[in-house]
């Protein structure tokens, strides 16, 4: 479908928090009175992390499995119900590449993904009667965003500015400019990547450019391996946090 043959009927955008799951029912019920109907859902909402696990407040993983998790699943009841009904769908949920292995830094990000991969994994098994409701895991890598600007940090009144290097400060550069993104998978690749894993219904699309693709396959197939390299390279990773962060209070 062409967006230029789409009218302000095709169209409706709400406000939603994923953290008000109260909300989540009406929000729903709205887009089912405008369309009639729900196709497909995609879980594309969440937040990283950047901070040591000895420093972090639990606040911060309250807050992270409150809003990458649980309004997630929040929302996907609501929704399934619907398609339940319909006996059709699909169920889109951008996890990570981090749902499937560990890394510094991210303890609470990382569980949080894990959490989805483990509940959609299993909600998969429950609607063996519903062959037509396809159940879809997509596992970015890094992919070039603005996500690193809006990391939860150790304590929820913070946020980070993260440089590779550090030159006088000069304020809205230095938060705009955090560091090159090159090495990461473009925006638009990850998207396309994506909406061929959901046409396809792929039950779990990993999508990543290497080295990053490299290491899901050991942490799946030689995890000893992945042990070893993922402590080298995260030993090396919080020396570079901790000598690149500036901390700013909000």
Not at 12 to 27: K, P, Y
Not at 88 to 100: L, W
């Amino acid at each position: 479908l062409e967006i230029s043959s789409l009218s302000e009927n095709d169209i409706l955008v709400l406000r939603l928090d994923l953290t008000d799951r109260s909300s989540h029912e009406a929000a729903t019920n709205s887009v089912l009175k405008h369309f009639g109907k729900i196709d497909v859902l995609v879980n594309n909402g969440g937040r990283s992390q950047r901070s040591l696990f000895v420093d972090t407040n639990l606040d911060v993983y309250n807050a992270i499995i409150e809003l990458n998790y649980l309004g997630t699943i929040s929302l996907t009841k609501y929704v399934l119900n619907h398609m339940i009904q319909r006996k059709k769908g699909k169920i889109v949920t951008v996890s990570s590449v981090m749902g499937i292995m560990g890394a510094p830094l991210a303890t609470g990000y990382c569980a949080s993904k894990h959490a989805l991969q483990g509940f959609f994994n299993s909600l998969r098994t429950e609607l063996t009667d519903y062959p037509e409701i396809s159940v879809i895991q997509i596992c970015p890598g890094p992919v070039q965003s603005q996500i690193i600007q809006n990391v939860f940090t150790e304590n929820l009144a913070k946020y980070f500015i993260f440089l590779y290097s550090l030159p006088a400060l000069s304020p809205p550069q230095s938060i705009e400019n955090s560091g090159d993104q090159s090495h990461k998978m473009p925006t638009d690749r990850c998207a396309r990547l994506t909406l061929v894993s959901v046409a396809n219904d792929v039950k779990e699309a990993w999508i990543s450019d290497h080295p990053y693709l490299a290491v899901c396959y050991l942490w799946q197939y030689a995890p000893t391996w992945a042990w070893w390299l993922m402590n080298r390279m995260g030993k090396r990773r919080i020396q570079n946090f901790k000598s690149g962060i500036v901390s700013v209070r909000r």
